[in-house]
């Protein structure tokens, strides 16, 4: 019997807190800023975006397209494309370029830089503001007279919770 296998795996892979909580919030911030914006959470758009929420993992634009299917059976590349460019330009999402994937972002309300943090084990993707780091990087493109389009920093490892599963540290 490989109950407990299972069991471990899925607590493995399985969010460490109230993972509905994000989902609800990240919909209701969605909700209120594109109000705000006055442009359209249409039921698509808000699909995609729950979707991406559905874990803290990096999501691949084809996978949304499988997944979103059962809800939007007319669903094509180029609408979930659309919805995606949407959710970027509104912040409610990053691409992480690494992994040529998508994440759901957790501080949409302000406008912020990208520090990603990568588990290459359980493919979380965690969003820090990196004050610290971005400050740094910003004095560095100044120095060498570089000017910004995008910043964002991706760093690939272990997360605490696969580190400890490791029995490292
Ligand atoms: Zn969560
Ligand atoms: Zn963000
Ligand atoms: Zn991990």
Known sequence: MNFRTT??????????????GCVDRALRVAEQLCAQREVRLTPIRRKVLE??????R?????????????????????TVYRA??????QSL????ESLNAFIGC????????????ICERCGNVEERMGVDVMTAVAKEMEQAGFTLHRKAIEIHGLCAHCRTAEGGA
């Open 7 to 20: 069991s471990a795996r899925n607590e493995h892979m399985a969010p460490t807190h109230d993972h509905r």
């Open 58 to 78: 990096a999501v691949k634009a084809y996978d949304l397209l499988d997944r979103i299917k059962p809800f939007e059976q007319a669903a094509k590349p180029a």
């Open 93 to 96: 999402i990053h691409r992480v």
């Open 106 to 117: 957790n501080c949409s309300e302000q406008r912020h830089e990208q520090l990603l943090l």
């Open 84 to 89: 995606l460019e949407f959710l970027m330009e």
């Open 51 to 56: 979707l991406i929420w559905e874990s803290h």
